[in-house]
């Protein structure tokens, strides 16, 4: 059972990237990225609501939403859990660090609507994963998702005083960089 579980953490995290791979979560990664301290606060903020949402999502729909024939209403409800989680969050860090607060800006919020957490909620229930498998999934793909978030913030912050071609500057630099990392970690489904 735990070799399973590191196989489906280190799936989720490397070989199917959300970000890379799924291409969730593209307006954070992108948006965030800038320099690595704000992309680790976003990627841990990440983790947290992915890891969280996954747990909350699957006790809710299999003790609750698929026993009362809710099922239907699966959507609905995990989005108010990751709405309500990310709150939390915001209530966190506004208290313990204003400046990384402030630095997510309108990105912290935005978790709420962010297609990877959702796409990781409702994945589970699709897959019929049991709980532990929704939580390990749910962190492998919340630590992909920070990963990701970081190596594009590290390439990101060297290459920011790089002479780029003018038509290659800025967004189209990002989006390259970005493809790049895709195609490396696609690397990694030798290993699947």
């Given at each position: 059972?735990?070799?399973?579980?590191?196989?489906?953490?280190?799936?989720?995290?490397?070989?199917?990237?959300?970000?890379?791979?799924?291409?969730?979560?593209?307006?954070?990664?992108?948006?965030?990225?800038?320099?690595?301290?704000?992309?680790?606060?976003?990627?841990?903020?990440?983790?947290?609501?992915?890891?969280?949402?996954?747990?909350?999502?699957?006790?809710?729909?299999?003790?609750?939403?698929?026993?009362?024939?809710?099922?239907?209403?699966?959507?609905?409800?995990?989005?108010?859990?990751?709405?309500?989680?990310?709150?939390?969050?915001?209530?966190?860090?506004?208290?313990?660090?204003?400046?990384?607060?402030?630095?997510?800006?309108?990105?912290?919020?935005?978790?709420?609507?962010?297609?990877?957490?959702?796409?990781?909620?409702?994945?589970?229930?699709?897959?019929?994963?049991?709980?532990v498998t929704s939580v390990v999934t749910g962190l492998g793909t919340a630590l992909g998702f920070c990963v990701a978030i970081i190596i594009m913030a590290g390439v990101r912050e060297k290459t920011e005083s790089n002479d780029f071609p003018k038509s290659f500057a800025g967004t189209p630099a990002v989006l390259m960089t970005?493809?790049?990392?895709?195609?490396?970690?696609?690397?990694?489904?030798?290993?699947?």
């Open positions: 059972m735990a070799k399973t579980l590191f196989l489906v953490l280190i799936t989720t995290a490397l070989i199917n990237n959300v970000v890379l791979s799924q291409f969730l979560g593209i307006c954070p990664f992108l948006g965030v990225s800038r320099n690595i301290k704000t992309a680790a606060g976003m990627g841990g903020a990440v983790v947290f609501v992915i890891t969280l949402s996954s747990a909350v999502t699957s006790l809710l729909y299999t003790y609750v939403l698929d026993k009362l024939g809710l099922t239907y209403l699966r959507t609905i409800v995990f989005i108010a859990v990751i709405a309500f989680l990310v709150q939390l969050v915001e209530i966190f860090l506004k208290k313990v660090s204003p400046a990384l607060y402030k630095s997510l800006g309108v990105y912290l919020p935005l978790i709420t609507t962010n297609c990877a957490v959702l796409g990781t909620a409702l994945t589970n229930v699709q897959q019929s994963n049991d709980f970005a493809c790049l990392m895709s195609i490396a970690f696609y690397g990694f489904n030798v290993f699947a």
